[in-house]
């Protein structure tokens, strides 16, 4: 194993606390000199804030440990490409490098439908290596979404069911 693969074990590790709450299974982790000095996972709905994306839970927690919002050095593994607000958050917090599970078509700011964190004209570039336990990753995301339909349908089924007896 890889010393990325084990780092995005471990960002897969924090989705699986995402997964337990019916958040979105998204995780990360924050390296420094070969050590996890942050983690994070998705908790929206938990905490129902907009802002409480794995990532910026992460960054939050990293800011702490090191003592400044400057993320000079440091390495980033999250599960699912970053949406416009985290990969945002990663450019201003100048993370050097984001390793990336699985991409995101829909919402992805790492090279889906924007690249925040390789563009030209911002004062930071993150250097992205995208793809790190991809299938891992997104089975996560996948089977989540699976079960969140199926759920879905059998309460719509059991509404249906009560309707029918009135």
Known sequence: MTEQEKFMKEAI???KKAYALWEVPIGCVIVSEGRIIARGY????????????????AIRKASRKLGDW?????????????CQMCAGAIVQARIDKVVIGSMNP????AGSVLNLLEMDGFNHKAEVER???EEECSGMLSGFFKELRE????????????KGME
């Open 70 to 82: 400057r993320l000079e050095g440091c390495t980033m593994y999250v599960t699912l490409e970053p």
């Open 151 to 162: 759920a879905k349908k059998r309460k719509e089924q059991v509404t249906d069911d009560k």
């Open 106 to 109: 829909k919402a992805g700011c």
């Open 42 to 57: 998705n908790r929206r709905n938990t905490d129902k804030n907009t802002l409480s994306h794995a990532e910026l839970n």
């Open 131 to 133: 793809g790190v336990l």
């Open 13 to 15: 590790r924090q989705a």
